[in-house]
């Protein structure tokens, strides 16, 4: 576990291009292009590769969980730093010959030839530029959080102020928490938190408002009894800062762990009046989509993420582009899904494939009758997709 550590206090450069992945010098068509480097791309890559399809990972060096000094609920690898884990998941995946990656940043798709060939153009970390051509497109460019301008938001985001309990809440047990939200959603975080915490206190940020409370209402009804069941004080005061007084990190925690305790310490200062000391915060702050080269494409939006079809592999409104992970509109946002979303856009996307080459094969030979049971779909999605810790489901399409 020493290598461990060491690797994962490397800037995250480095644990990217220590990878011996990389593009083809040869200008090819490839079966699929998968833009973003997060744990769903790399499924997807992983995927694709263990079929030998053709498949490029373009990654830009930005996750949303990048800032988190661990990653958890990831069987295996609980308790590492995303940056060792994608350094591990893509040395694994250098070993197929067919999976390349580049780090580079896509700034736009074109669809050719009735959307059964696609141009990638991207803006490479060395300066340069070029164009990459694939039969299929995944999407796995990920969310950004849009976080507040206070002090002390952005400089401790993921390093004591959370958004996920799953994620970070098991460092923080028992410790004197915060939720930094909008009141009409402070009950339902509090919620989320209870088998965690008992001292919680909602900061509302002068969002205490008549029209918040109806709000409030209608999406929990009974929340503020449900508020003073758990002794939890509701803050309406406007927030100036958050100045952290400890670092949970220090000193480190035994690397071998999957979990240790963090104690961080913030002081939370107002406009008006004496400041509050937490440990730490739970935070609902909104999200976008961090790149907009699908809604570019044409790819249609579902609140704000990336409409995708769970019938059909995760499948776009545009012919031949899937969307996976937190971008897509699933609604569910962790590593393991990410994985999982990853694995099944890659089942169905090889089928797809199979499919096609099938059918140009049985043209080119002036064959009508249907094909064998061996390019059957159904059958090259039960051999693909075997039951197991990324098992994608029973065949639906």
Not at 227 to 245: A, F, H, S
């Amino acid at each position: 576990m020493k290598n461990v550590l060491a690797l994962g206090v490397l800037p995250l450069l480095s644990l990217a291009g220590a990878s011996p992945l990389a593009p083809r010098d040869d200008q090819i068509v490839y079966d699929a292009i998968i833009i973003g480097g997060g744990p769903s791309g790399l499924s997807a890559l992983s995927g694709l590769a263990r079929v030998r399809r053709t498949a490029l990972l373009i990654d830009s060096g930005e996750y949303r969980n990048g800032p988190t000094r661990h990653m958890h609920d990831v069987i295996g690898f609980d308790g590492v730093t995303p940056a060792y884990y994608r350094w591990a998941a893509r040395e694994q995946i250098s070993h197929y010959e067919t999976a390349y990656g580049v780090n580079g940043t896509v700034t736009s798709i074109e669809a050719l030839n009735n959307n059964t060939l696609f141009n990638v153009a991207t803006s490479y970390f060395d300066g340069t530029t070029g164009v990459q051509s694939a039969k299929k497109i995944v999407l796995a460019t990920g969310l950004q959080d849009i976080l507040p301008g206070t002090p002390g938001v952005q400089e401790n985001w993921g390093k004591g102020i959370f958004w996920c309990p799953w994620c970070d809440g098991h460092e923080h047990e028992d410790q004197p928490l915060g939720i930094l939200a909008p009141l009409e959603e402070a009950a339902s975080s509090v919620r989320e938190i209870s088998t965690l915490n008992s001292d919680i206190i909602a900061f509302a940020n002068g969002t205490d408002t008549p029209a918040a409370r109806a709000a409030a209402d209608a999406s929990f009804p009974g929340w503020d009894r449900y508020l003073q069941i758990n002794n939890v004080t509701v803050d309406n005061r406007t927030i100036t800062r958050i100045e952290r007084l400890r670092d949970g990190s220090v000193p480190p925690a035994d690397p071998s762990l999957p979990t240790a305790p963090e104690y961080d310490l913030f002081r939370v200062d107002f406009a008006e009046g004496e400041s509050v000391e937490r440990a730490a915060f739970f935070a609902s702050f909104p999200e976008t989509q961090r790149s907009t080269v699908g809604q570019n494409l044409g790819v249609q939006l579902y609140s704000g993420r990336l409409a995708a079809d769970g019938s059909k592999g995760l499948a776009t409104n545009i012919p031949g582009v899937y969307a996976i992970g937190d971008a897509n509109s699933d609604n569910v946002t962790n590593v393991p899904h990410a994985l999982f979303s990853g694995k099944r856009t890659a089942v169905y996307l090889h089928v797809q494939l199979a499919r096609e080459e099938a059918d140009k094969e049985l043209a080119a030979n002036g064959t009508v009758t249907r094909r064998g049971e061996d390019l059957d779909m159904r059958s090259v999605w039960e051999k693909m997709n075997p039951r197991g810790l990324l098992y994608a489901g029973e065949f639906d399409q």
